[in-house]
């Protein structure tokens, strides 16, 4: 399986910027796809920001042009620079890993895995 650990986060004022990054730990070796989730409370967990294994970004609309995902060499560490914050980027931040590998029996075996979540505020 695959370990994923948070970092970042914090209280930010309108118009600034936060850096989150996620270190994978475990069987980085499966990882196809990682990923930036947000939750507020009492809504469903919201797709924030997508990276490939070939490098391939994917934004939400609401995101676009402020938000960038990006990975080190190792392809352990993904990150999400945020600029231009608003209010409504307030939520907790789940980074996630998607992957396949195989069990002892060889049989294909499906995951996503999350990390813990950060608090992300932004507020004058």
């Known amino acids: 399986q695959v370990q994923l650990v948070e970092s970042g986060g914090g209280l930010v004022h309108p118009g600034g910027s936060l850096s989150l990054s996620c270190a994978a730990s475990g069987r980085t070796d499966s990882i196809n796809t990682r990923g930036w989730y947000r939750q507020i409370p009492g809504r469903d967990r919201e797709l924030v920001a997508l990276i490939d294994r070939g490098g391939s970004t994917n934004y939400d609309s609401s995101v676009k042009g402020r938000f960038t995902i990006s990975r080190d060499n190792a392809k352990t560490t993904v990150f999400l620079q945020m600029n231009s914050l608003k209010p409504e980027d307030t939520a907790v931040y789940y980074c996630?890993?998607?992957?396949?590998?195989?069990?002892?029996?060889?049989?294909?075996?499906?995951?996503?895995?999350w990390g813990q979540g950060t608090q992300v505020t932004v507020s004058s």
């Open positions: 996630s890993a998607e992957g396949l590998y195989y069990n002892d029996a060889q049989a294909p075996v499906a995951y996503r895995a």
